[in-house]
Structures are given as C-alpha cells and as structure tokens.
C-alpha cells in the first residue's frame, strides 16, 4: 500500500526558509518520479514541481523558480522541497505526489499524501 508522509511545514516569517520532506513506503520509490503540489485557501491544487525517479531532471512551477529546490534520497525513499525567499502567497498544504512511472513530463500524478501546512507571515 502507498504511504506518502509529509513533515517539514509551519509557520515563517516573509523571507525566510523552510524544508519539507515526505517519507514514501509501499512502493518501489526509486522507480518512480516525484512531485510538490500545494493547496492554497479557497484554491485548487497548484503544481509546484516534479522530479524523475532518478532525480536527474526536475521542473518547476514558474512561481516558485529560482526559489524552490525539489531533490530526493532513493536510499532512504525520501523526497524533500527545499523553500527559500518564502512569500506569503506561498501560504499552503503541501503535498508530495507519485507518478505512475519513472518521468513526470507530460504526465499526470497518481496519488498523494495528507499534506504539511506551510504559513508565511507578511
């Protein structure tokens, strides 16, 4: 069974960082592409960003670009969402999400974890 745990949220002030990771259990996760997607209040799910299985090639959403790092440890089956430069319209749940296979371009996400809440204070 699909485990997706996310941990890592909270509050923040404007400017400042944060690390999210998400422990990933049930699967074979080094075989399949990863991704951020978030959740603002009274919105829908936003993409954030996705990785491949081997975390070679990743994307971003051009709101998060050159702020966000999306990177994983196959080793330890884990994903992580590294948040600079934090803006209040980054206020979110945060979701990681799995692929149905190893790329992620083109293709839509199959399942996803309970989320973390990240807050940036103004």
């Known amino acids: 069974q699909v485990q997706l745990v996310e941990s890592g949220g909270g509050l923040v002030q404007s400017g400042g960082s944060l690390r999210l990771s998400c422990a990933a259990s049930g699967f074979s996760f080094r075989h399949y592409a990863m991704a951020w997607v978030r959740q603002a209040p009274g919105k829908g799910l936003e993409w954030v960003s996705s990785?491949?299985?081997?975390?070679?090639?990743?994307g971003y959403a051009d709101a998060v670009k050159g702020r966000f790092t999306i990177s994983r440890n196959n080793a330890e089956n884990t994903l992580y969402l590294e948040m600079n430069s934090l803006k209040p319209e980054d206020t979110a749940v945060y979701y990681c999400a799995k692929y149905p296979g190893a790329v992620w371009a083109g293709r839509k996400y199959e399942q996803r974890g309970q989320g973390t809440q990240v807050t940036v204070s103004g």
């Open positions: 990785i491949t299985n081997g975390g070679s090639t990743a």
